[in-house]
T-cell receptor, first 115, second 112 residues
Framework: NAGVMQNPRHLVRRRGQEARLRCSPM?????VYWYRQLPEEGLKFMVY????????ESGMPKERFSAEFPKEGPSILRIQQVVRGDSAAYFC?????????????FGQGTRLTVV | DQQVKQNSPSLSVQEGRISILNCDYT??????FLWYKKYPAEGPTFLIS?????DKNEDGRFTVFLNKSAKHLSLHIVPSQPGDSAVYFC???????????FGKGTRLSVIA
């Protein structure tokens, strides 16, 4: 399967714990985007990364959230000290380039539930 | 400030008829527009796109129209099929290394 792979598909965390969401982009794609979807809401942009660099993190909360896309391995979205309001579906997308009508291909998402 | 707006949260259409999904945007710097389709518990999948230098793009049953002066685009699906029932997201981006900006989506129900 050459698609965007996200794991885990479902993640349950207690308040105060850390959540780590992983995303392996499509083969050959070096641009990765993270989006969050709250219930009954659209897809909200969080962060845009290119290998080892954060290009745009304007949608990411300033505290508790961080993202990386190392030279080797998947992109990681980390949420520290989770709160109930972090419960959402988190989608990762990748694209060949970050410009033009370069399509973004999405993974299946990780559904985070904070209890 | 929502730059991409899909003002109809839901739409019901009879099978075989035309579905028209609308999208408005405020950022005049947007150069590319894409439509994604999303089924429950799945990620969005790309459907069709259009560049700002065009006013129409067609792919099988799907056609996207762009009216730059009105900052409006629409997705036409004809004929509509029950399998088209999903949430449709409009997305846009300016030129340059930028992420896609999404609307809130429109839930389409095609009734047999």
């Amino acid at each position: 399967n050459a698609g965007v792979m996200q794991n885990p598909r479902h993640l349950v965390r207690r308040r105060g714990q850390e959540a780590r969401l992983r995303c392996s982009p499509m083969k050959g794609h070096s641009h990765v985007y993270w989006y969050r979807q709250l219930p009954e809401e659209g897809l909200k942009f969080m962060v845009y990364l290119q290998k080892e660099n954060i290009i745009d993190e304007s949608g990411m909360p300033k505290e508790r959230f961080s993202a990386e896309f190392p030279k080797e391995g998947p992109s990681i979205l980390r949420i520290q000290q989770v709160v109930r309001g972090d419960s959402a579906a988190y989608f990762c997308a990748s694209s060949l380039s970050g410009t033009g009508d370069s399509r973004a291909f999405f993974g299946q998402g990780t559904r985070l539930t904070v209890v | 400030d929502q730059q991409v707006k899909q003002n109809s949260p839901s739409l019901s259409v009879q099978e075989g008829r035309i579905s028209i999904l609308n999208c408005d945007y405020t950022n005049s710097m947007f150069d590319y527009f894409l439509w994604y389709k999303k089924y429950p518990a799945e990620g969005p999948t790309f459907l069709i796109s259009i560049s700002s230098i065009k006013d129409k793009n067609e792919d099988g049953r799907f056609t996207v129209f762009l009216n730059k002066s009105a900052k409006h685009l629409s997705l036409h699906i004809v004929p509509s099929q029950p399998g088209d029932s999903a949430v449709y997201f409009c997305a846009a981006r300016p030129s340059g290394n930028t992420p896609l900006v999404f609307g809130k989506g429109t839930r389409l129900s095609v009734i047999a």
